[in-house]
């Protein structure tokens, strides 16, 4: 029985230190295929942890997430080689995105282990990098909560991410580059803001029926579902309207004239002068973007 657990280890040994060698060397494709006929004979943390960990070198998050999980399930796995599934799933929900959960995930896991205590120190480092703000902060948490909703509501994102600058200034980002006809965003119609959306509210009905007839119909529209939906506390859009900024002086629109002569020459001038145009004056050519007319 000691030869045969002895037999057992080495074995275990051969085919891990095979692996790290060549995660080493950075053939994740030929260390996973080692994993792989591993796990063909026995189901391990160790088998998992190490394969889930190529899978997040290779931006294969989902996959890698799907083998940390399996490997959290090992009821008999190594302290070690659990600790490394942890680890992995919480590199995972990063690489998806899932900033949130993944804190909260190594948070929920914490049992005194060194470790886990300093990916978790790491990670909340990370975090405040990444988005502009500590975690825990209300910003964040709005914003945390609006990708949530996307993602619940069919949205798909998976290679963006979203980063706080300031009262007025968000960013969006792309974590690795655009793959040609690759999926980069992709937003169902129910969250998409449309005139139709609009025009569906008591307000737009209203409108409608009146028949009055409005230069810019379909921005008129779309503001008033805005203003309805922002005036409604249970809303289905609340997690969209919470992150809009409640400063918009750093709008082109609200530029001084001085500001707006630093434009000429891009393509903004022309929707800086279709706005003021739409107030100011009864006809103007706008290079063929509109024309807007009294009669």
Same mark, same amino acid.
């Given at each position: 029985?000691t030869?045969?657990?002895w037999?057992?280890k080495?074995?275990?040994? *051969?085919w891990?230190?095979?692996v790290?060698?060549?995660? &080493?060397?950075q053939?994740?494709f030929?260390? =996973?295929? +080692?994993?792989? /006929?591993?796990?063909?004979?026995?189901?391990?943390?160790?088998?998992?942890?190490l394969?889930?960990?190529?899978?997040?070198?290779?931006?294969s998050?989902?996959?890698a997430?799907?083998?940390?999980?399996?490997g959290?399930?090992?009821?008999?796995?190594?302290k070690?080689?659990i600790?490394q599934c942890?680890?992995?799933?919480?590199?995972?929900?990063?690489?998806? *995105?899932?900033?949130k959960?993944?804190?909260?995930f190594? &948070?929920?896991?914490l049992?005194?282990e060194? =470790?886990l +205590?300093?990916? /978790?120190?790491?990670?909340?480092?990370?975090?405040?990098?990444?988005?502009?703000?500590p975690?825990?902060?209300?910003?964040?948490v709005k914003?945390e909560t609006?990708?949530k909703?996307m993602?619940e509501?069919?949205?798909?994102f998976?290679?963006?991410?979203?980063r706080?600058?300031?009262?007025?200034y968000?960013?969006?980002?792309c974590?690795?580059d655009?793959e040609?006809?690759?999926?980069?965003?992709?937003?169902?119609?129910?969250?998409?803001?449309?005139s139709q959306?609009?025009?569906?509210?008591?307000?737009?009905e209203?409108?409608v029926?009146?028949q009055i007839?409005?230069?810019w119909?379909?921005?008129?529209?779309?503001?008033?579902?805005?203003l309805t939906q922002?005036?409604?506390?249970?809303?289905?859009w609340?997690?969209?309207?919470?992150?809009?900024?409640?400063?918009?002086?750093?709008?082109?629109?609200?530029y001084?004239?001085?500001?707006k002569?630093?434009l000429?020459?891009?393509?903004?001038?022309?929707?800086?002068?279709t706005s003021d145009?739409?107030?100011d004056?009864?006809?103007?050519d706008?290079?063929?973007?509109?024309?807007?007319?009294?009669?």
């Open positions: 029985s030869q045969s657990t037999d057992q080495q074995k275990m040994d *051969g891990a230190l095979k790290k060698f060549l995660m &080493e060397q053939k994740w030929d260390a =996973i295929n +080692i994993c792989n /006929l591993e796990s063909k004979t026995e189901k391990s943390a160790a088998i998992s942890a394969r889930s960990a190529c899978y997040n070198k290779l931006c998050y989902k996959q997430l799907s083998d940390a999980e399996d959290l399930k090992d009821t008999t796995g190594k070690d080689d600790q942890v680890i992995q799933k919480v590199d995972a929900l990063w690489g998806l *995105g899932d900033y959960e993944s804190i909260d190594l &948070e929920g896991r049992k005194g060194s =470790i +205590i300093a990916k /978790l120190e790491a990670v909340k480092k990370q975090y405040e990098k990444e988005c502009g703000l975690f825990g902060h209300p910003t964040c914003m609006f990708i909703w993602k509501n069919g949205a798909i998976d290679n963006i991410r979203m706080y600058y300031g009262p007025d968000r960013g969006v980002h974590t690795k655009i040609q006809n690759g999926l980069f965003l992709y937003v169902p119609k129910k969250l998409i803001i449309t959306a609009g025009k569906e509210t008591p307000i737009g209203m409108i029926k009146s007839q409005l230069n119909d379909y921005l008129a529209f779309i503001t008033v579902h805005l922002f005036h409604d506390p249970n809303s289905m609340k997690p969209y309207m919470d992150v809009y900024p409640k400063n918009v002086d750093n709008f082109p629109m609200f001084t004239e001085e500001e002569k630093m000429t020459g891009s393509s903004m001038v022309c929707l800086l002068y145009a739409a107030d004056t009864p006809c103007v706008l290079g063929g973007r509109r024309i807007i007319q009294t009669k």
